[in-house]
């Protein structure tokens, strides 16, 4: 069960993951035009009605003071929530908490991520990833296209009977996570540790939900996603640890940045998934937490690409007139 758990868990975890690699890589220039931020060390406090960077114009935006990976909300509630950055995966850099989250997680009174990860709802997300109608991937892939994709999957110990199952998103996912080091990623720790310490641990959204921003593609976006995934999977690695650098630096400039100069160069289809699994779940996002900040005390937990910029979980909520302060 704990194998079966840990396998679906990481790529379900990745999807996101596997956007900003993809967002990073799709044009020849990505990596020579990435010139991370350097991190503000100064603690930035923001309210609506006291400025900021809300009407920073959306070339500028990502210029702005919001840099760190735990924040302060107050403003609502008995007491103050926070609102902390993830980053899915099992690095050990990254699941390794600087003390004062820890503190801050072990002190809060619930945990919110972005999608509970229940063996259950982890299992009938798995069904949902498998073709249907007797389909097979070699049928839907081209001869060249599916040989790549089979011996870069057996490299990982998938054999082809199991590939063939699989829709091509969740293939162009599977290639563009990066090798797991261990069964424990960042996010689920935390569910974990939630669940060992007594806390109600809730989800912002279900994962059918995560899954249908992909499953709603059609076959030839699918298709497209695999081929570019394959043609720059060398590539994916450095990538992956540039965000993952960008990250342990707290520098969310820097990762909106990649997503930035992506915007402006990268195809209909990548800019098309950039809203629908960025911007338009931003929104849904500060929404849907309302009801844990009212409570107080919560620790909520989001990929940190998420937080920055003019459409950013920090300043929609500013725009809701609450306080928000980064306290690491």
């Known amino acids: ?152 999957l057996e490299s990982r110990g998938v054999p082809a009977a199991a590939m063939d199952r699989f829709k091509p998103w969740v293939v162009s996912v599977m290639l563009g996570i990066p090798r797991s080091r261990s069964s424990t990623f960042l996010d689920q720790m935390l569910n974990d540790q939630a669940l060992s310490q007594g806390k109600p641990v809730y989800g912002i959204e279900t994962l059918d939900e995560q899954i249908a921003l992909f499953d709603d593609l059609s076959l030839a976006d699918q298709i497209t996603l695999v081929t570019e995934t394959v043609r720059k999977h060398e590539q994916l690695p450095e990538m992956i640890e540039k965000l993952t650098q960008a990250y342990l630096r707290r520098d969310l400039t820097a990762l ?17 998934l950039q809203r629908n699994l960025i911007v338009e779940r931003n929104q849904k996002m500060v929404d849907r937490i309302r009801t844990r900040l009212t409570e107080g005390n919560a620790f909520i937990a989001v990929g940190a690409l998420h937080l920055p910029g003019p459409d950013g979980m920090l300043q929609l909520l500013r725009n809701r007139g609450l306080t928000i302060e980064a306290i690491y």
């Open 1 to 152: 069960m704990c194998s079966i758990r840990s396998n679906i868990t990481a790529t379900i975890l990745h999807v996101l993951l596997f956007v900003q690699a993809l967002a990073c890589v799709a044009t020849a220039d990505a990596a020579s035009t990435f010139a991370p931020s350097s991190l503000r060390k100064d603690t930035t406090t923001v309210t609506a009605a006291g400025g900021g960077n809300g009407s920073a114009d959306p070339d500028s935006a990502f210029a702005t003071g919001d840099n760190g990976l735990l924040w302060r909300v107050s403003g609502i509630g008995p007491a103050p929530s926070y609102l902390f950055g993830t980053m899915h995966v099992d690095d050990p850099r990254v699941v390794q908490l600087p003390e004062i989250v820890q503190d801050t997680f072990a002190g809060s009174a619930s945990l919110t991520l972005e999608a509970k990860l229940d063996l259950a709802s982890l299992a009938a997300a798995a069904s949902k990833m498998l073709l249907g109608d007797g389909k097979t991937l070699r049928e839907l892939l081209h001869g060249e296209l599916y040989a790549d994709v089979q011996r870069l």
């Open 256 to 272: 909106a940045d990649l997503a930035q100069t992506h915007m402006r160069t990268e195809t209909e289809l990548a800019q098309t």
